[in-house]
């Protein structure tokens, strides 16, 4: 009864009326089938209850679950298309007043409207909209989770960046650099191995502008102890995401239970990633990126830091004339005239190494560094590692 005044009205009230008479009918027969059956009186052959049993089976579960599912699409497309708008409104069951929070539509003047972000963090929510806008159906101009009108346009513009990839081993670094080359702008891929690499790599980002994000493998999601990574990347206040979300099986509800940024569906069981996803995710991250520079500058005590990461960044960005040395703190220190050194990084389309900073303490970091990445690179070799998801 709660349920049927919960969902919108019309058509979504249907669908809870067909699952009520789904449930009642199909769990009445069993006990009915039991007692006429072999089981009970014996006034119905083995073979009839078996084939009434059946039905009922199906029903109950098959037919039942389709309907669940069903219902919920309808549930998300009045969102799409009005918002997630709610009133609450007095019912009687049994005899007592309860009240109950009801979807209503878009013009509703006692609506109160609740945040969609929760939702527009997954891709699937993001393809529903964009089928009923091929549909010429109207949906929203924007979703809470920073995703404006240009994203609802398909134009979606990202800009040259840094992300750190959280893995356990390196098997998935050379895809997910394959990935990022492809897009329009070049995004550099710095690779980390376990926790303490990631943070520490994070740290060092920070003196050279900070990145977009960390994505992390699903591995990572499962301690939520102040041990845990995606903690310790929240508190130093960077952007997290995941890749591995599938529609079904316990990812999806690991995933979409950490409370993270946004996520990517797979790569998983021998298929990859969506290259549109991943530049909605790339541009998403990177303008939450902005608005939190933005929000800082508000704070006089964080301008001259802004000012510093933002002057790294920039800095970030440019290319060396040909011959000139450069030195990248996360990968080490290599001549863009020249093959790499031992232990850094090769260049490929879609990285871009930032001038060095100046100063034995920078050239003494990037030293550090690039013995860390020539020990990456050797356990690499000795893994067998490739670019082949697994």
Known sequence: ?????????????????????????????????????????????????TVLTTIADVLSKQIWGLLGHHLRVKIYEHILIHGDIRKTTLMQVAGEEVE??????????????????????????????????????????????????????????????????????????????????????????????????????????????????VLVHPDFLKDMSQAGLVTKLRMLGQRVCAFGWSPVGAQRELIESRGLDGWLEGPSFGTGIDAKQLKHLVARMQQMRKAAMAGGMANPMMQQSFMHQQSAHNSFMMQQPMGMQSVNPLYGSMSTGAPPMHGAAAPIPGNVTPPSPSGAGNANEAEMLQQLMGEITRLKSELGGSGTPR
């Open 1 to 49: 009864m709660e349920g049927y005044h919960t969902v919108p009205k019309g058509y979504c009230r249907t669908i809870v009326r067909l699952m009520a008479y789904c449930f009642y009918a199909a769990w009445t027969m069993f006990p009915i089938l039991f007692l006429l059956g072999p089981e009970g009186l014996g006034q119905m052959s083995a073979y009839m209850s």
């Open 100 to 213: 109950v929070e009801e979807f209503v539509d878009a013009d509703d003047v006692d609506g109160v409207k609740h945040s969609t972000a929760a939702l527009a963090n997954r891709e699937s929510f993001v393809h529903m909209a964009e089928n009923m806008k091929a549909k010429g159906i109207d949906v929203r101009a924007s979703l809470d989770a920073g995703m404006g009108a240009d994203h609802e346009r398909g134009d979606v513009p990202i800009e040259a960046g840094r992300i750190i990839l959280a893995v356990p081993d390196m098997s998935m670094v050379d895809y997910f650099r394959i990935q990022l080359s492809q897009l329009p702008a070049p995004i550099e891929l710095v690779p980390a191995l376990g926790i303490d690499n990631a943070v520490q790599l994070v740290q060092q980002a920070a003196a050279l502008g900070g990145c977009d994000f």
